[in-house]
């Protein structure tokens, strides 16, 4: 009886499997568009790069014309390392995650949660740099509007390059690390429902 | 149909890996599909996560050296790139979705693709903990391959499976 019942189970089971496999078309031109997709990744990230660079390259000479204290301008070039360093970490954790290696499944949980958190502690880090930059720039940026005032009235360029890119890179990185740090919050929520939900058996 | 890595071998140089993918494709192809189905809402969600998942195959192909079987290798990458697809969203709810546009039955049966899109929602309405056994059972992995795919023990899927095969009977009871 249990045997006519379990064979039952069992042709059923393979009626199942039957209709799970009656799709089996994958994605058409899936090979070009992997290394299409690939491609693009990667451009997006090295075109983020260069644009950082950029700005950085537009910006420091102005912050270290003549006339500037040593201190001040070391201090502030320091916060824009920091804040690029952070970055160049997060980046390099985002393409870590674009390889994800063929770990089991609850391994590879632990590990998107630990880089979660790790993605946390950059953002908070990056906006403690943003604090940072701020308050030395509130003190700072009257004293050497006041010192290289005719220069600037002469070439009104380069106050809009000088702070308004230190500005930019300052509202951007504010940007993304509020955005990242929230994103990962619940992304840490969302692992722990699934590492409860596979260690309850 | 599947091209097997030795124990001490490893996809080095470009010509190799482009045929190793190539064949990996021809042979999981399929399966990429239907697991990306299970994480996913509609056709088109599923198509750019089956191609996540083969972006994510192709980049860790070089770096796989047979510790475990090539479909092993395959479905861990595909779940657990389903699962950052997943976690992406807000939530783990269950999603309404289509009936397959792209893909009628060969043998020209008229209910296949309505009776896999049946399925493919009861699967789908299961929690994840059943979902991702349940698809691994259906892609005919055996215990010992579902286990080492998810990282847990053969006991641990037989009773995870037994409870999703439970639910899905209870799910599909109406449908069929």
């Known amino acids: 009886m249990n045997l006519g019942k379990d064979l039952g189970k069992d042709l059923e089971w393979q009626t199942l499997v039957r209709d799970w496999k009656a799709n089996d078309a994958p994605p058409p031109g899936l090979a070009k568009r992997v290394k299409r997709g690939t491609l693009k990744a990667y451009a997006g990230i090295a075109l983020g790069i260069v644009a950082m660079a950029g700005i950085a390259a537009a910006t420091v000479p102005e912050l270290l014309r003549p006339g500037v204290s040593p201190l001040f301008y070391t201090v502030d070039i320091y916060c824009l390392l920091m804040g690029a360093a952070v970055t160049v970490v997060t980046i390099r954790a985002m393409l870590r995650t674009l390889r994800p290696e063929a770990q089991t499944t609850r391994a590879y949980l632990e590990i998107e949660k630990r880089r979660s958190k790790v993605e946390i502690h950059a953002a908070r880090l990056i906006r403690r740099m943003v604090l940072l930059m701020l308050a030395f720039n509130a003190l700072w940026a009257p004293w050497k509007l006041y010192v290289d005032r005719a220069a600037y009235a002469a070439q009104p360029w380069r106050l ?19 955005f990242v740090r929230r994103r990962h919050e619940k992304r840490i929520a969302m692992l722990d429902e699934l590492l409860r939900a596979t260690a309850e058996d | ?122 699967v789908r309405e299961l929690p994840l903990s059943q979902r991702e056994v349940v698809t691994l059972a259906l892609e005919e992995l055996s215990y010992d391959e579902i286990a080492d795919v998810l990282g847990t023990t053969t006991s641990n899927v037989g009773v995870r499976l037994n409870r999703a095969k439970e639910a899905l009977r209870a799910k599909m009871g109406g449908s069929r």
């Open chain 1, 160 to 178: 809009v390059v000088g702070f308004g890119g230190e500005g930019v890179i300052m509202a951007l990185l504010w940007i993304h690390s509020k």
């Open chain 2, 1 to 122: 149909m599947s091209a097997s890595l030795g124990v001490s071998e490893t996809v080095s140089n470009a010509a190799e890996r482009d045929a190793r993918f190539a064949a990996m494709l021809a042979a999981y192809g399929g399966s990429i599909t239907r697991v990306a189905g299970t994480y996913t809402r509609g056709a088109a969600e599923r198509d750019d996560l089956a191609q996540e998942i083969a972006v994510a195959l192709w980049q860790a192909l070089p770096r796989f050296r047979g510790e475990c079987s090539e479909k092993t290798f395959v479905f861990r990458i595909a779940h657990n790139r389903g699962i950052t697809h997943a976690t992406r969203r807000k939530t783990f709810a269950p999603e309404v979705d289509v009936v397959d546009e792209r893909a009628p039955d060969p043998e020209g049966s008229l209910g296949s693709a309505e009776r896999h899109a049946a399925l493919l929602t009861a």
